[in-house]
């Protein structure tokens, strides 16, 4: 997206978030409003790749600052906290 220009960031993150939330019917899913459920990703448009590779797939992203998954702090400063509270999603 960033170096084709073929979506603005906006419609990119609407792809990845909103966008599958609603194609698999997850209604809680998808959006930051009151009384859904709300996974928060904070990046760096300008710097955010992925490092990972089909031989060493288990790679960190650059650009990746803060992760939270269910209320919980997953990625600290870039860090990984080894917490692990992602769950299966069903559609309802």
């Known amino acids: 997206m960033r170096d084709t220009g073929v979506l603005g960031l906006e419609d ?3 792809r990845c978030t909103g966008l ?5 019917v997850l ?10 459920a709300a996974d928060v990703v904070v990046f760096d448009p300008t710097t955010v ?12 992203p650059i650009g990746i600052d803060t992760v939270i998954v269910n209320g919980t702090l997953v990625v600290d ?3 990984h906290t080894a917490a692990r509270p992602g769950r299966v999603l ?3």
């Not at 599958?20 to 698999?24: D, G, K, L, N, S």
């Not at 209604?27 to 859904?36: S, T």
């Not at 790749?49 to 288990?58: G, N, R, S």
Request: charged fraction near 20%; aromatic fraction near 8%.
């Open 12 to 14: 990119a993150i609407h």
């Open 20 to 24: 599958v939330a609603e194609t698999f």
């Open 27 to 36: 209604n809680d899913r998808g959006v930051l409003a009151i009384g859904c």
């Open 49 to 60: 790749i992925d490092e990972a590779t089909f031989l060493d797939p288990q790679q960190f």
């Open 77 to 79: 400063g870039g860090a």
């Open 90 to 92: 069903r559609s309802t």
